[in-house]
């Protein structure tokens, strides 16, 4: 059986990823688009989600490519009409109101999926299953781009909610809480705010964890020229390297994994298992860490910034 | 059955408020307490947990009126040596480590109790039961008080994790999250940082809530005289002032109850209950909508701030 799916909020991230990743998967098919200025050539388009709802009883999932601040309302409408629902990351500008949804998903007996792509990055399993049965010494996650070229133009992320560079960030976070054999916690964190800007452009996480390693996070807005996406840990039984943002993985210098990106194929499969199975998966510990980040982090004012 | 307990910290809430509530309970009995500078007359006092943990295997709960920064660390170890923990508030600087001190307490078979001293206010219960079958329409909490007197010369309450204003604001918190009828999240919110500190010194909170109703929070901790903390809630069928904290409750102008402060006596009562029946009382909601506000809410750098 195919389903069908409509897709939320016609961005940067939606023409990059989540319509290839819809259209090359035999199990869905994309029935309707919703946005308020663009539409998908050959694709049914709506400017508003009530009017799709009624519309279009025959779609049963709805997937939200808009930014996490109207992200509630709009999941709320889709959970209501009684439809399976796909959240971008983060899930939701604040952790209550993606408790809420879970509460609400519950209830309606439908599916709701808070995706984190990064977790579906091709090294995850084996680096997973290699930390395993290792104790770690120290884990440096280190995540530095671009703003200007990641997000030209796109005020929301400096907004309130918005994240700022915990946006990308948080994707370390959640490849972090998928391959750790336990939990952590921020025990201390140091954020930069450009003087304009009510999100921060740079951040310094420290955590505290069981094995007692030496273990934090680096992100930063403001690397021009190449971009790193690594995560490096050294355990008492040699040193892993994912790189690409988790799209490769060396061990003790070897390569081990060379994937490329099928993050948002593998996502529209999971969620393909999930409606399947009238499952959900809203695993929040991502966003946990970067709302402890705000709750406890020092705030360091530095100079403005502009696109 | 007396149960003997220690009392770790003994600062101002510790001598105004647990050390009464301890030894006017006949069911306790105070038996040891940890800090490193005071100590209480007849009391047997030691500078260090672990050294009271290990001379004293008879004392069965810990009760930690420490500052939230290191409570981790010393919950752990009470934990791990099999005590029961009863935890002030708030109860950690990250959410993350007290979801790790359910999980222990949970492994370990003991007590935890994270208390909400406010939402054992007089009124409380009375207030949650008129709410009950009633529609809100405008609910605001006022929590005005001065910093000078009520945490003299605290420098940890500026400091990364020490929540500022939120310290005594997720009083309210708890009371708001105890008395509605259903679950709301912070959809904006607004923190005034003192130029010279980490955490705020005001706040205003707005919440998305299921009766569509206005409802907000402004705290602040600039109040000079009088004292505020009121909650005024109108309502389909009248209005409800609660103030001095949840001790006194009024309807339609008219005075319901006129408690007094018995918070800490009750917080102690609940402890002996959760103790006897092996629970655990583990409600993050309050601290979850503080990390909430921290990671959505506008910043204001405003004037420096000193006691």
Known sequence: MVHKIALVGIGKIAVDQHIPAITNNPDFELSATVSRHASIDGVESYTSLDDMLEKRPDIGIVSLAIPPQPRFDYAVK??????HVMLEKPPGQSLAECYALEKMAQEKGVSLFATWHSRFADSIPAAKDWLKSRTIKRFRITWKEDVRRWHPGQEWIWEPGGLGVFDPGINALSI???ILPYDVHIN???LEFPSNRDTPIAAHLAFTNPDNAVMDAVF????EGPQTWDIDIETDQGEMKMSSGGAKLSIDGKSIVEGSDHEYANL???????VQNRASDVDLSPMIHVCDAYALGKRITI???EF
């Open 268 to 274: 529209y499969a999971q969620m393909h298992t999930l």
């Open 176 to 178: 972090m809480t998928e």
């Open 303 to 305: 100079a403005e910034f």
């Open 220 to 223: 930063d807005w403001r690397q």
């Open 188 to 190: 201390a964190a140091k």
């Open 78 to 83: 889709a959970l209501r009409a009684g439809r």
